[in-house]
């Protein structure tokens, strides 16, 4: 099992690392092609899409690993459990967002373009419907289908936005174009991966899947939620007290800060579906395992990045964005503790408490909306990146706090390395090992 989740884990995050380059030339091309302010415009454009659709879409994906994992509805009804969901969710989104915008969307967000919006809101349908099938080969653990997934989906974004953005030189109205249309030509290849699921898709309704998916994903998502307004509130404050300028060097903050997420995901999209379906003794030895690994991995590329940030804002996003270096230098320390948080929470989702990774989130939430109240009118963009960073560390000890209470571990036991962890790295060199002199022989052989 801890041999398949290393393999699993390594492919992932080689997979995420690839994926990363297109998202930093991304981030790259539209920083430099549409300057800080555009970059403010777009940011804010998409915050109500992709805030309505974590608040009304559920967590579905959850519920959809959770209950394969645990086999308890058929292939068929969960494909077409989900397949409802897609439809009714994305209608609902749409209504309620267009509604939102359109009677309090210069309130809310000023300054902001009203068609922008709703240009946006395409991106609503291929959302949910990548959202909730991904699901399912993760459920199936079809690690390598979903890699190749998110992959496909971040080489498309980066080939739309270089040729709407690099080449055309359009601005705002095309960088949501290059989302939607990468969104649409992922669900095909997701189709195709999913070729054999689909023939066992069932015809009858799957009422008690989706009453079952639904209640959990509620429990399961109202942590997502919360998560997802921690990430994204400070925008919000932060163009409605300062302005979309403001917000264009925030953003490449959060999102050079964010690159180094790549390494918790990957870890968590094979760690969840790992441990779903395992023993309570099993979880309490893996966790801890995982965590100890991950506080080394995190910690080095947080300490690295903290003092090339100068280097990094400048070479790569030119020195237009050199008010972005010191609230991104502050994000590191919140981005380090949210990445370990992740773990833990993924555990508790596992062990069958959701609502405790809620309360955790409420709290962090609520938390950083008051700092974010008081610090930004205060000190602008440090503020915020003090209130994110102090929130997001206090979930993490939340976190270990009840993990320690529900696992039952003691503080000795997740922090101090055991002979497991010399295990751990002694597979990882076999692993390499295999690799590289598999790679050697065929580069060899004529």
Not at 4 to 20: A, E, G, P, R, V
Not at 417 to 445: E, G, H, M, W
Request: some cysteine; aromatic content about 24%.
């Amino acid at each position: 099992m801890i041999g398949d989740f290393t393999k699993n884990t390594f492919f992932n995050i080689l997979q995420q690392i690839f994926s990363s380059v297109f998202k930093v030339l991304i981030t790259i091309i539209l920083a430099r092609k549409l300057g800080p302010e555009n970059q403010g415009l777009f940011t804010m454009s998409m915050l109500p899409t992709s805030l309505f659709l974590i608040l009304l879409t559920g967590g579905i994906s959850f519920g959809t690993v959770f209950y394969l994992g645990r086999k308890k509805y058929s292939l068929g009804e969960v494909m077409a459990g989900n397949l409802f969901f897609s439809f009714f969710f994305s209608l609902f989104a749409l209504f309620f967002s267009f509604l939102v915008i359109f009677f309090w969307g210069e309130k809310i967000f000023p300054g902001v373009p009203k068609n922008f919006f709703y240009l946006s809101f395409l991106i609503i349908f291929p959302s949910c419907f990548l959202d909730y099938f991904s699901g399912i080969l993760l459920a199936l653990k079809k690690i390598k289908d979903f890699a190749l997934l998110s992959f496909f989906l971040d080489f498309l974004r980066f080939l739309f936005v270089f040729f709407l953005i690099f080449l055309l030189s359009f601005k705002v109205k095309a960088a949501i174009l290059a989302e939607f249309f990468a969104l649409l030509f992922s669900i095909i290849l997701l189709i195709y991966l999913l070729r054999k699921e689909f023939k066992e898709i069932s015809l009858k309704f799957p009422k008690d899947y989706l009453k079952d998916v639904f209640f959990y994903g509620i429990k399961s998502h109202l942590s997502a939620i919360f998560a997802f307004l921690q990430y994204r509130v400070d925008h919000l404050f932060i163009n409605f007290f300062l302005n979309p300028l403001a917000v264009g060097f925030y953003a490449i903050s959060t999102r050079v800060a964010e690159g180094f997420w790549l390494f918790s995901y990957a870890l968590i999209t094979v760690f969840f579906p790992t441990i779903v379906s395992q023993k309570d003794s099993f979880k309490k030895k893996f966790t801890p395992l995982v965590l100890r690994q991950s506080i080394i991995l995190f910690f080095f590329f947080c300490f690295i990045l903290y003092f090339l940030s100068p280097l990094v804002i400048e070479i790569f996003f030119s020195r237009n964005y050199l008010p972005s270096i010191l609230p991104l230098r502050i994000l590191l320390f919140g981005t380090f503790f949210i990445s370990l948080w992740r773990i833990l929470s993924q555990d508790i989702f596992a062990r069958g408490f959701p609502m405790l990774n809620v309360k955790i989130s409420f709290f962090a939430f609520c938390l950083n909306v008051f700092l974010n109240l008081i610090l930004i009118p205060l000190y602008g963009l440090v503020g915020a990146a003090i209130s994110s960073s102090f929130s997001y560390c206090l979930m993490f000890f939340f976190a270990l706090f009840y993990y320690l209470k529900i696992s039952k571990s003691s503080l000795k036991e997740v922090f101090l390395p055991t002979k497991n962890d010399f295990d751990f790295y002694q597979r990882i060199f076999n692993f390499l090992k295999a690799k590289t002199a598999k790679i050697f022989l065929k580069t060899k052989s004529p």
